[in-house]
Each structure stands twice: as C-alpha cells, then as structure tokens.
C-alpha cells in the first residue's frame, strides 16, 4: 500500500513479476525503489545500471556496492563508473496500491534501453 511508504525516505520493496511464455507462467520478484515525496511517487530500479549489481541506500543518496557508483535521492548520477542515472520504471496507484511496470535494461549504455 502506498500509505505504507515513508514520505521523503528512499524504500526498498519487492515487486511481484508475472510473465506468460506459451503455456507457462513465471513468476519472479525484483527488488525496486520508491520515493514517495508528497503526492509525488518515484519508482526506480534496484539494478545498477551500470553492470547489474544491486543498488543500495546510502548516506547521500544510492550507491552501489560493486563499483562505487553513486546516485542523488531523485536517481540522478553523481559519480562512479556508470553512465546513466538510476533507470526510472512506470507505475500507478490503484486503490492505494502502487502497480509497477518492472522491465528490464540494457546495461553498459549512457542511455536507457529496454530489454524486454
């Protein structure tokens, strides 16, 4: 629920992925993001984009573990290796439930590609 997101305080939480291949369903969770700062919610990916490493919460922002990457609390780069920003994932609030659109990206690139 969207009330449980602390405001201004960065929240890792886990996203419910339900993907159709044929005549099976695979279901996976992924780790995510959420900055709530009023009535405005920021979801971000926890994958770094730089090479794929899980990003944590750090003093100033995120920050990842494997490559000293560094980003400010709004995803934005501050300093390391990689070449983007944290990779910003749509969503929407239904019923006070945050719905994430989790997608998967390119890793490596100064810009944003999708994978799948």
Known sequence: MVADVPNALPTKLNVDIVQDAGWAQINNQ??????KKGDTISVYSAVCPHL???INISE???ACPCHH???S???AKTGGPTLRGMDTL???VE?????VKYQYFKQGLAGKESLA
């Open 73 to 75: 609390g709004d995803g």
């Open 60 to 62: 100033n922002g995120f």
């Open 30 to 35: 992924q780790s995510v993001w959420v900055v």
């Open 95 to 99: 019923n006070g439930v945050l719905k």
């Open 69 to 71: 990457s560094t980003w």
């Open 90 to 92: 749509d969503h929407k």
């Open 52 to 54: 794929g490493c899980s």
